[in-house]
């Protein structure tokens, strides 16, 4: 199974901070990667998909780069909704693996 | 718009089989061209990705649970449905179906549906 590591595993951040997180598969996934946003209770919602590519919907705040094994979903300015747990997901070969999520915080 | 809703029992005993339903509005599961999905995820922890259908009935899935999963689909009901036999405390999570989407993410998924495995 292809492994798939965030880090942070958790981050404090404020209202307006830009926030990075990456995500790094153990072989080559091409763009074969999606970003999800988990809030408490709550189903996961697609950010992105194919690496880059912004879903319909969501903030353009919102951006996903990288390629191969590196990847990293960044968020420009911090809004108060944005205070939830977010994984990566690869798609290139099964079994579809997660990261194990990394927590966005308030500082 | 779509919607996927899961359902069934929220209490299986040990060593019986796990059976939850999905069902599709908005959309046809036999006129698209999509894969459907269940994930589960134990509480406090990450995303297990089970397996996927698509209309025809062909399936894939993971191969850590692939001798006790099966994948259904009844596409007059516009439902697709998952068992999980010879259960056990491990395979208590919240359980949510889900479309493929574009480039193997998933764009629409069910609220989840608990599942405790205990007797």
């Known amino acids: 199974d292809i492994q798939m590591t965030q880090s942070p595993s958790s981050v404090s951040a404020s209202v307006g901070d830009r926030v990075t997180i990456t995500c790094r598969a153990s072989?080559?996934?091409?763009?074969?990667l999606a970003w999800y946003q988990q809030k408490p209770g709550k189903a996961p919602k697609l950010l992105i998909y194919a690496a880059s590519s912004l879903q319909s919907g969501a903030p353009s705040r919102f951006s996903g780069s990288g390629s191969g094994t590196d990847f990293t979903l960044t968020v420009s300015s911090l809004q108060p909704e944005d205070f939830a747990t977010y994984y990566c997901?690869?798609?290139?070969?099964?079994?579809?693996?997660f990261g194990g999520g990394t927590k966005v915080e308030i500082k | 718009q779509v919607q996927l809703q899961e359902s069934g029992p929220g209490l299986v005993k040990p060593s019986q089989t796990l059976s939850l339903t999905c069902t599709v509005s908005g959309v046809s599961i036999s006129s698209g061209t999509y894969y459907w999905t269940w994930i589960r995820q134990p509480a406090g922890e990450g995303l297990e990705w089970i397996g996927r259908?698509?209309?025809?009935?062909?399936?894939n899935y993971n191969p850590s649970l692939k001798s006790r999963v099966t994948i259904s689909v009844d596409t007059s009901k516009n439902q697709f449905s998952l068992k999980l036999t010879s259960v056990t405390a491990a395979d208590t999570a919240v359980y949510y179906c889900?479309?493929?989407?574009?480039?193997?993410?998933?764009?629409?998924w069910g609220q989840g549906t608990l599942v405790t495995v205990s007797s």
């Open positions: 889900a479309r493929d989407g574009i480039g193997g993410s998933y764009d629409y």
């Open positions: 997901q690869q798609a290139y070969i099964f079994p579809l693996t």
């Open positions: 072989q080559d996934i091409s763009s074969w």
């Open positions: 259908i698509f209309k025809s009935g062909t399936t």
